[in-house]
């Protein structure tokens, strides 16, 4: 063949090979698989003894994509928010880098989070109301994910239109994902986002097809339905279904409802996953004799002794405690009691019973908060991450 020739049909040729080279990343479809969806909440790092989880404690065969959180927002780009953990500079311990290097090894995707609840809402809002704000922020997203050989973003903005944010933030949320999702996409890399469950905020909040085309994935928080600082009487944090005679309010309130109310409003079912907690929330009860759901309380439990975060018990935590005394039924929910102490979590019986949902309904998969709140030691018998174990199990990746 000629070299004029050649020269001729390789021009020819171009177009199509950049083309394919530049869409990778969208025509080798991210929702393939079921995924299971791990986050990992850094600080966990400086938890005392048995509780201290560091990166390399994650198991590769229970998920699919593993997320790190969070980073922050700072003067409109993304930043660390704990420079000592993340980076290796100064001594620090890099876990940035070991993330990235574990996923790589292990064969999965490396997400970085932005946001989280500490983060707020309002100068999330402020960066997204120009297309300036959102072009600045995305390019310090792509810089910031490739500099740690991450393979995408996930946006955990708690929330928008929400706690000092403003009504226009439905509009300019959908607004920042496009941009996000142009530069991103460009580089082969995801976009995925953490929404919130609660009905009411969610359709004030998102425009429900707009974030879902411009997410590879969605994924539904699907807990803190009802916590000791919302509600004065016990309640369950992660209700699969509504419960005979519920208000109307309370029976939107789970699991189901928020899953459909994303999928009546145009979101496809394959990239919607549900969120399973691996913690419980916690309540300190008016009346030890009254400890059934809907019972009186006084305020948020007592903080476990490796968590101390008042309100909230790691799983772990619970299955250590003997004294509970445990109640269940066949709509799909446990609470426990003992004293004064009662808690709402999931187990092995209820993760089944959701995984099995998540299979009928079709959707991506599930997404599992957090890892460190696992049974990761396996310190009650189940073995080790006996929620994850079992949640892989059904959806028939063990």
Known sequence: MGYCKFLTVILLLFPLLQFSYLTKAQTEDPRAETVVVCYYGSWATYRPSIAQFEVEYINSSLCTHIVYSFMGLEDGVIVSLDPYNDY???????????????????????????????????KYSQMA?????????????????QKYNFDG?????????????????????????????????????MLTVAVCADPDIAEEAYDFRKVAQYADYISIMSFD????????????????????????????????????QWLSGGV????????IPLY???????????HGLGAPINDSGIAGPYTKEPGFLSYYEICMETKWNVERNDD????????NNWVSYDDVTTVITKAQFVKEKGLAGTMMWALE???????????????????????GRL
């Open 225 to 260: 339905y009802h916590t000791a600082t919302s509600d004065n009487v016990t309640g369950l944090n992660s209700p699969l279904h509504a419960l005979p005679g519920e208000n109307r309010n309370d029976a939107k309130l789970n699991v189901e409802y928020s899953v459909n």
């Open 332 to 339: 799909g929910y446990i609470y426990a009691y003992y004293d």
């Open 88 to 122: 290796e500079e100064n001594w620090g311990k890099g876990s940035l880098t070991r993330f990235a290097n574990f996923a790589k090894t292990n064969g999965l995707k490396a997400i970085l989070a932005i946001g989280g609840w500490n983060e707020g809402s309002v």
């Open 268 to 275: 496809p079912a394959g990239k919607l996953i549900m969120g």
């Open 129 to 145: 109301a120009t297309e300036a704000g959102r072009t600045t922020f995305a390019n310090s997203v792509v810089t910031f994910v």
């Open 373 to 395: 709140s696992e049974d990761f030691r396996n310190m009650c018998g189940e073995g080790a991450y006996p929620l994850l174990t079992a949640t892989n199990k059904v959806l």
């Open 153 to 189: 973003l996930d946006i955990d903005w708690e929330y928008p239109t929400q706690r000092g944010g403003t009504p226009e933030d439905k509009e300019t949320f959908w607004l920042l994902l496009e941009t996000l999702s142009d530069k991103l996409h460009a580089e082969g890399l």
């Open 280 to 290: 419980g929330r916690t309540y300190i009860l008016a009346d030890p004799k009254d």
